[in-house]
């Protein structure tokens, strides 16, 4: 009774309800009847919620619509019809609505009786203080249709714009005009234009002149409806130069283009290391060309891979011809020889083999090859040249040598760089070198550590140079450092096109010979030196010696006439006494300058330490130096070593010195320098004075005569220098000197014995 009560109740209101939806122009005479027919016949559902949101009017279009009658859903919560994961948001449009607001109230999802989950879109209006109504008024209808069909749209076009904008590459769209429309954010890295500095610009714009062409024949193609890829090149914003490689395909809309998408990628650096690829692989291709040797290359299944032009007209054959061919079936009579065996045994490794074959008609004419193949995991490359002429040679040679080993004299055979090829045993006797040290070398190599003449070496190459036979006289050295002079007879050869090949050089020992020479010459200049002394020994005797002997002899005659007693007679006997003293003087002189001689070829040498010498001929002056107030410089380095005769090193030393302190200017402080430094033959002793110093070409040619004075004011003999060059000879050495007038003098002497 109770449940009919409300039931009533409830149609009665929602007759008001539907008294309320029908325009106030609808006749008012209708019955429940006709709202009723109305309301059934929409395909919108007309329902009243209370503020639980419990259905108090259900339009009878619920059962056409979601298959529930009205009475089914009377008094039931709406919320338990709609999908969980809406609910939130109604229950939120509900309270809205009922606060007063008018929420957008998004589609939901609604389970009709059948369980199939419906869209379904509502307004909700608030006519709770409409004394006639007193519910919130739900106008419903079914959107499943339109709103899946919306969903995917937006699901295809939210791929299409993650597709567009969050493309790793460049994606850019176009108009058929060529405008730039719409582009990614990659565009801006590409060419450093944003989507808004392109509105105005067509493709054109930013395509480089060169690449113009083609980019207009991409446009025109995909105009017409093919999509394709271009690679072009573009300016950017900031003048750089890119290559870039752009898909275009058309964009269709009503069956016609009405635009161009296109994706871009920078491949610059690819283009650039392809074309330095190219230009490696070209440089390559011209330096493998450049090699006059024949060259291929084969890859694991034997196929030739490159072919150079040498190998083509070596195998009298065109390179399209052989290359891509498989070697052993295109040259079946290889497959016998030995670069078939060494081939298959090297295949596959990272090895290199170097071997020589000879053939008769394998090849397009009887040769002997020299080999060079190198292995790789990918393949074989193989470099031959044809060694024919030069094994021909070398049998020749070969004969040769027979003869030529057999002869006493050394016989060479050089290369056109002078470089050894073979020599003969006699050779070998000659320098004591082995035939294996000498091949591939030149001669000179052979004596460049010992000083060899470096004349005769530049006339030897200047000979040589001119290709034509000459003969020359040249110092060598043995293997075990001994002097070798040789005469040398080299003959050049050459091939029949008129190049040179080889050299013949026969050496003859004249050793003998030169050492005669030598020694004759040394017996020249003995005698030269002897005819010298022996003049200066005549000069002596005749002014040095004459002038006493002849006061002597008058004064003994004249003692011999005077009374003992007479004053006169003591006065001739005192300068008898004199003339004796002056002979005795010259005689002494002449011994001592004798026994320098003799006893500088007989005298045992020692090692002497050159600045230990020093020390103690400075030190014989100890007394004299600080009265004339000299700085004494010496520069001797304590290693210096001498083979020597010590005494005679402390006399010249000490003769010089004496003269440096002698001769000093009265108008300065005297500066003496003592200085030894090494040189190629031994070492040289320099004593340098500030003193008073003398003309050279005055005096130069007295400078070291016995008895030559050059300074009449300072008392001396006029031997020292005399004695100092004497010796400085007696030890195998040379003094030269320098000398001004006021400014001093230098003297240099040269000694040429071993140094240590």
């Not at 004299?624 to 030393?653: C, G, Q, R, W």
Request: hydrophobic letters at 35%; proline letters at 4%; charged letters at 25%.
């Amino acid at each position: 009774m109770i449940l009919q009560t409300e039931t009533l109740s409830i149609l009665e209101n929602n007759f008001k309800a539907l008294q309320l939806i029908i325009p106030p122009s609808a006749p008012d005479t209708h019955s429940l009847e006709f709202y009723r027919s109305i309301i059934s016949k929409s395909k919108d559902l007309i329902s009243v919620l209370d503020t639980e949101g419990r259905y108090i009017f259900v339009g009878e279009s619920a059962q056409q619509i979601y298959g529930y009658k009205p009475v089914e859903l009377l008094g039931k919560r709406c919320l338990s019809f709609i999908h969980p994961d809406d609910q939130p948001i109604i229950q939120q449009c509900i309270q809205t609505v009922v606060a007063g607001g008018q929420p957008q109230v998004p589609p939901f999802r609604y389970r009709v009786k059948s369980g199939e989950w419906r869209w379904v879109q509502s307004e909700a209006t608030n006519l709770l203080d409409d004394p006639n109504v007193q519910g919130i008024l739900i106008n419903s209808k079914d959107v499943t249709e339109p709103y899946l069909t919306s969903f995917e749209r937006d699901h295809h076009q939210a791929y299409y714009r993650s597709l567009f904008f969050e493309h790793p590459d460049t994606v850019f769209t176009l108009s058929i005009e060529g405008t730039f429309q719409h582009s990614n954010q990659h565009m801006e890295t590409l060419t450093g234009y944003s989507e808004a500095d392109l509105e105005t610009f067509k493709y054109i714009d930013i395509v480089h002149p060169d690449s113009l062409p083609s980019a207009n024949m991409a446009f025109a193609r995909v105009l017409e409806g093919e999509a394709h890829t271009v690679e072009i090149k573009i300016v950017t914003k900031d003048k750089t130069e890119k290559y870039i490689s752009v898909s275009v395909m058309p964009v269709y809309f009503g069956g016609k283009v009405k635009g161009i998408q296109g994706i871009a990628r920078d491949i610059t650096q690819a283009t650039e290391a392809q074309a330095l690829i190219k230009e490696q692989a070209q440089q390559l291709n011209n330096i493998l060309e450049s090699i006059t040797e024949p060259l291929f290359a084969l890859d694991s299944s034997w196929c030739f891979t490159y072919v150079s032009s040498a190998f083509a007209n070596f195998m009298q054959r065109t390179r399209e011809e052989i290359t891509g061919r498989e070697i052993w079936s295109l040259f079946p009579k290889l497959s016998p020889t030995r670069l078939y065996k060494v081939c298959h045994e090297i295949a596959g490794k990272t090895t290199s083999v170097h071997f020589e074959e000879s053939y008769q008609d394998t090849y397009p004419i009887s040769c002997t090859l020299n080999y060079t193949l190198y292995s790789t995991s990918q393949g074989i490359t193989v470099q031959f040249s044809d060694v024919t002429e030069q094994k021909h040679t070398q049998r020749e040679l070969e004969k040769l040598s027979l003869v030529a080993s057999k002869t006493i004299n050394g016989i060479m055979i050089l290369d056109p760089d002078t470089n050894i090829e073979w020599v003969n045993d006699g050779f070998c006797r000659l320098t004591g070198y082995t035939r294996e040290e000498v091949i591939g070398i030149s001669p000179k190599q052979l004596y460049a550590d010992l000083q060899a003449d470096d004349t005769l070496t530049t006339l030897f190459e200047q000979k040589y140079k001119s290709m034509k036979p000459f003969s020359l006289e040249t110092l060598g050295y043995k293997k075990n450092k001994e002097q070798l002079w040789c005469y040398s007879d080299v003959t050049p050869i050459f091939n029949k096109e008129g190049e040179l090949t080889n050299y013949i050089v026969i050496e003859t020992d004249i050793t003998e010979k030169k050492e005669a020479e030598a020694k004759l010459l040394k017996l020249t200049d003995d005698l030269y030196k002897q005819n010298r002394d022996l003049q200066q020994f005549t000069y002596i005797i005749s002014h040095n010696l004459r002038a006493p002997v002849a006061n002597a002899l008058g004064l003994a005659n004249l003692v011999q006439k005077l009374p003992k007693n007479e004053p006169t007679f003591a006065s001739a006997l005192e300068k008898l006494h004199t003339s004796v003293n002056q002979l005795d003087a010259v005689i002494k002189d002449i011994n001592h300058v004798l026994s320098i001689r003799d006893s500088g070829r007989t005298a045992s040498r020692e090692l002497v330490n050159l600045k230990q010498v020093c020390e103690e001929v400075l030190e014989s002056f100890v007394e004299e130096i600080p009265p004339y107030a000299a700085t004494v410089t010496v520069d001797i380095a304590p290693d210096h070593n001498l083979l020597s005769i010590k005494s005679y090193l402390f006399s010249i030393l000490h003769n010089l010195v004496s003269n440096s302190l002698k001769y000093k200017s009265n108008d300065r402080k005297l500066k003496l320098t003592i200085q030894v430094v090494p040189d190629d033959r031994g070492y040289i002793i320099t004593v340098s004075d500030n003193g008073l110093g003398f003309d050279l070409k005055m005096v130069g040619h007295q400078m070291f005569q016995l008895y030559k004075r050059f300074h009449p004011l300072v008392h001396g003999k006029g031997i020292g220098l005399f004695l100092v060059k004497t010796q400085v000879e007696a030890l195998g050495g040379k003094i030269t000197v320098e000398s001004a007038p006021d400014e001093g003098s230098t003297f240099k002497i040269y000694l040429g014995a071993k140094h240590v």
